[in-house]
């Protein structure tokens, strides 16, 4: 290894204040980029003007890797499999890019949580239009597939580790590299924030915030590695962070445990309950989809029961 150097590329977020990361790994005249960011003009320019200080164009890369598939991570792929470039990602994830290129009516069953948890009348129409705003930051491409778990990958010369980490979303990676001390963490461990955990169908029976769970606990015996995450900026001692967020989403679960009773309730009454109505509708979302993922927990625990009535789900606490 010729001393290989991890540059961070910072990347906005259209429509709010907060920003993402890319991280370019530059080893000699070789470089490689993990996460691209959101499909606009800005984000372009930020990209390769930065590449450019290094030598780099968008097809002059070894390869992209994607932490996982959400919008502000792989955004702007196709600019790049267009340049010639490969962009990777976990299988699992290519397989949640598919569906949700598939068609925005993918975007009213998401709305709607499937259908399967009873919602305000007006719920569904209000949060359409951020959906319809997130596809318009992620331009259509089909990525090549990265190796599974414990495979290495190799960036710019330098062999990273494949950490699979389902959880924020079910297919989503960290990439290690032990002699650098270094872990990639996309969403799964950030500095500030406490991040939403993926729900749904698939999730239902086997808790996504389990998983969660379980990928932290792992990565904290990773040790004190130097974390680079996905937002905000690069921080010492993964497993303390670890062990933070293990903490802080056992509590959310615990606010939900308290507020459910032996009378059953919907996920949309229980998120206002605990988290308070919030006035934005994708936040009323995000709100709906971390409580579902504490319920889906607490069921796998065996603290809460789900019972359907109708189509609709309820949830009540075990005696
Ligand atoms: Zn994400």
């Not at 009516?105 to 259908?115: E, I, K, L, Q, W």
């Not at 009348?121 to 949060?127: A, E, K, M, T």
Request: aromatic content about 8%; some cysteine.
């Amino acid at each position: 290894m010729s001393n290989p150097i991890i540059r961070r590329v910072e990347l906005s977020i259209p429509g709010t204040m907060g920003f993402g990361n890319a991280y370019a790994i530059v080893n000699g005249e070789r470089a490689a980029l993990i996460d691209t960011g959101m499909a606009s003009a800005q984000n372009v320019d930020a990209l390769q003007t930065q590449l450019g200080k290094w030598g780099h164009t968008f097809g002059s890369l070894d390869k992209v890797v994607c932490t996982h598939f959400h919008p502000d991570h792989c955004g702007l792929s196709r600019q790049f499999q267009d340049a010639g470039t490969d962009v990777f990602l976990s299988s699992t994830d290519a397989a949640a890019l598919e569906f949700w290129q598939q068609s925005a009516s993918v975007d009213r069953r998401m709305a709607t949580f499937y259908g399967e948890h009873p919602l305000p009348s007006n719920f569904s129409s209000s949060v359409l239009p951020s959906f319809s705003f997130l596809r318009s930051l992620q331009e259509e491409f089909h990525p090549c597939i990265l190796g599974s778990d414990g495979s290495l990958v190799d960036l710019a010369g330098i062999p990273f580790e494949v950490i699979e980490t389902p959880g924020h979303t079910d297919g989503h990676v960290c990439l290690l590299q032990r002699e650098m001390n270094v872990l990639i963490t996309g969403d799964h461990v950030l500095p500030n924030t406490i991040v939403n955990i993926a729900f749904g169908q698939q999730s239902r029976f086997d808790s996504a915030l389990s998983q969660y769970m379980q990928s932290l606990r792992r990565l904290a015996l990773l040790g004190p590695l130097d974390v680079y995450p996905g937002h905000g900026i690069p921080f010492k001692n993964l497993a303390t962070r670890c062990l933070d967020l293990l903490q802080q989403h056992r509590q959310k679960v615990q606010q939900v445990l308290d507020a459910l009773t032996l009378k059953p309730v919907g996920a949309f009454e229980l998120s206002c309950l605990v988290f308070g109505e919030k006035r934005r509708p994708f936040s009323k979302w995000l709100n709906m989809a971390q409580t579902i993922s504490c319920l889906e927990y607490l069921a796998l625990q065996q603290q809460a029961s789900c019972l359907q009535k109708g189509n609709m789900l309820y949830y009540m606490r075990v005696e």
